[in-house]
Nanobody, 125 residues
Framework: VQLQASGGGLVRAGGSLKLSCTAS????????LGWFRQASGKEREYVAH????????YYADSVEGRFTISRPHAGNTVALQMNFLKPEDTAVYYC???????????????????WGQGTLVTVSS
């Protein structure tokens, strides 16, 4: 599976951005899709993921209520709508794909087997 992310940029605190990721390859419908982020000098951390149908979404506590992940028509794209952004949201955001069902609501990097190239989100104070 190949993943191509887009939509990063510079925004002021309190603002919004929407990231998009398009997946290509075999059996996309059998993959759960998600987002991670990595701030400078820190480890990559989980942000959110969504199941095959797009009907079940999960979030890290740090973004719950501010970010919304979606997968229109259970297809090969996944979006991350980010509202009320904070400076601590500044990071490179990566989309990821996991073949089969993820057995936890708090997955780690090892639960995903394909990664996009990352898109930078910078939130100024």
């Amino acid at each position: 599976v190949q993943l191509q992310a887009s939509g990063g940029g510079l925004v002021r605190a309190g603002g919004s951005l929407k990231l998009s990721c398009t997946a290509s390859g075999r059996n996309i419908g059998a993959h759960e899709l998600g987002w991670f982020r990595q701030a400078s000098g820190k480890e990559r951390e989980y942000v959110a993921h969504i199941n095959w149908t797009g009907g079940f979404a999960y979030y890290a506590d740090s973004v719950e209520g501010r970010f919304t992940i979606s997968r229109p028509h259970a297809g090969n794209t996944v979006a991350l709508q980010m509202n009320f952004l904070k400076p601590e949201d500044t990071a490179v955001y990566y989309c990821a794909a996991a073949f089969g069902a993820i057995a936890t609501s708090r997955p780690t990097r090892s639960d995903f087997d394909s990664w996009g190239q990352g898109t930078l989100v910078t939130v100024s104070s």
